[in-house]
């Protein structure tokens, strides 16, 4: 039962023992439920059930143990049994703020695969022995067998991480163990002091308004809201957008997203979106932009035979300089064989690339010799003088000088780039094909019933617009790489955005809407999003210039199934510069995301500005171009490319760099020529 009394909300539970479960002074909201759940990740680590999530006993029995309100199972990952996989899933959850408890289950073990602690220890900051010996000593009573259990717990930042067993009893009865105690445990490890402010670790800004002041929203933000896999699906929980059948009299006046930062969106982001599955593909053309998802070995050595590096004679360096029979070039199956052996009067004629005989042990440039005589036709070198000396190996390929066969040539992780590296050496090393993470497809559609196509030859009518979001956003995606397929133009109605949000969802991963996010009465994407389509809005606006309603949302093709496919949905803003913006803040990052790409933030390069800028009250992502200048000192200068309006599209010409500034306030309202600021690079530096 929930009682609030003042600030507070106590959970009584039914033995009665009482639990203060946190303090905040806005808890009564009209837009937050009346409790603010403790947020729980579930990690399980196996590697059977990491190829089959159907496999996992443990983690849907260590949800159920968590129910709601009390609780809220933000997130339910699997890994398989892999050092890195665990600490990179974890480390995402913890930065990403969103959690207070992350346990694991499995990998605690003795088998050789067992690996949990060591993956789980090196991220606590500090340890808490006292739950390690309680999970230990629970199952310590039920069996001797659980001595053989390794487990460690511990706090990173302010999350709690507990590791317990993978088999489902002993999952269940180590978390039965602790439970009695995690609030208490979550709220000291918030930083509380028996008042509760465990809420304060997630939305620190969450809630800020555009004109600066900070409001809390607590745990219950939308992106708690559980994922398709959790124990909350759209339709059970609170909902936030507007009904889709009430009269526009009942819609409401204030949007009831919080508004938080860019930061905490791209977090949310991240811990939504990961690599996608893996595929094999072949090594040409097409697999630039893949990211490989195991370490590629050579299948042969390079070079496979002794080559020259020069034009010129192959000689045997012990030699030296002086006259010397020449004998031509041999053939290549010649080379290879003893009856090329030169003898100590004797040098062979090379050229670049080309396989020594057997005996010759260096190359002379021809540059360094002089012909002494000819054949009597005077077409053949018979004798040539060598001038210079030659060191044993000078000018010779060894073989496997280059790449030695089963070296590594591109690790797990690596992206195959345009500049055209990776292709090349997996393709010298005779790898024709690579495991790879499947990029993910794009679809596009704009709405509006003021839109129509760009290429419409009628005059506009009054308060007709050209759809230039579409085709800006299909080129984009498809230079950055992506799959893209246009879904036209869809009117802002319900049953029509019901129906091709439903169409183009079964098609691609990613899907981009732009237009009607907002608060007029035909912004439609949100409700019918959550409530036509079943998808969880994880962020309704963000506090930033231009793109401030963008809104990001998942949903599960099977919601019943934590195995199904999750599809992305990102509403962007109709104004064509918000939209273009938030495709490079959050799109662009999310699809390299997905790819498996480790550094999937655009890269940000400090740069000076020329002129001094007047500030927003919302932090502003100034389109610019960015320059590498040299003088009178060498550095980047960013220069703004004027009005900045989010209809004004020139403001994206030639933009190659959006300059982060921060939000006005009362003691900086404008940055001065000279200051040095962020700029997040979006197209190519000039220079
Ligand atoms: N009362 C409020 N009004 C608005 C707010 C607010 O907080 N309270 N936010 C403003 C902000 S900020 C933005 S950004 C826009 C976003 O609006 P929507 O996403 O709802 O987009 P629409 O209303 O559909 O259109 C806005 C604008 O963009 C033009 N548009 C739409 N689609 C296209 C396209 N494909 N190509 C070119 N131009 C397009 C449309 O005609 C409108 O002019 O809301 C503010 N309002
Ligand atoms: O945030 Mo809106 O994108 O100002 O124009
Ligand atoms: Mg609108």
Known sequence: MAQSSGKEIRILESNTSLYLVNITSLYLHPFLPETVPITVGILTISDTASKDKTKDQSGPILQSLFPSPQYHVVAYDVVPDDKDQIQKTIINWV????????????????????????????????????????????????????????????????????????????????????LKILPHAVELACGGSGASVH???????????????????????????SHGHSQHHAGEKKLLSNPLDAPVTQRQRHSPYPMISVDDALNIISVEANPLETIEVPVDENLVGYVVAEDIVSLEPVPGYRASILDGYAVIAKNGPGIYAVSPMPSIAAAASTQSTLTSTQVTRITT?????????????????????????????????????????????????????????MRKGEVVTEVGGEIGILASVGVCKVHVHRRPTVGIFSTGNEVIKHTDSEPLKYGQIRDSNRPTLLSVAKSAGFCAIDFGIVKDNKEELGRVLSDALSKVDVLITTGGVSMGEMDLLKPTLERSIGAVIHFGRVRMKPGKPTTFATVSSDTSSPSSQKKFIFALPGNPVSATVTFYLFVLPALRKLSGYDHWKLPIIKTELPFTLRLDPRPEYQRAVLRYVTLPSPRFVAYSTGQQRSSRMSSMRRCNALIKLPPKSENQTKLEAGTVVDAILVGELEC
Not at 212 to 220: A, K, L, N, P
Not at 361 to 368: D, F, H, I
Not at 378 to 393: F, R, T
């Open 353 to 409: 690339g080309a396989p020594l005989p057997p005996s010759a042990t260096a190359v002379v440039m021809v540059e360094e010799t002089s012909l002494v005589r000819t054949s009597a036709d005077g077409k053949e070198e018979e004798e040539i003088m060598i001038h210079a000396n030659v060191e044993e190996g000078e000018n010779v390929r060894e073989v496997g000088s280059d790449v030695q066969k089963g070296e590594i040539v």
């Open 199 to 225: 809420d304060a670790m997630q939305y620190e800004k969450s809630g800020e308004s555009e004109k600066g002041e900070t409001r809390e929203y607590g745990h219950d933000c939308v992106h708690h809201r």
């Open 95 to 178: 930065d990403a703020k969103a959690f207070n408890v992350i346990i694991t289950t499995g990998g605690t073990g003795f088998g050789v695969r067992d690996t949990t602690p060591e993956a789980v220890l090196p991220l606590l900051d500090r340890l808490s022995s006292g739950l390690t010996h309680l999970l230990v000593s629970a199952s310590l009573s039920k069996t001797p067998y659980a001595a053989l259990s390794r487990p460690v717990t511990g706090i990173r930042k302010k999350s709690i991480i507990l590791t317990v067993p993978g088999s489902p009893k002993g999952a269940r009865e180590n978390v039965e163990a602790v």
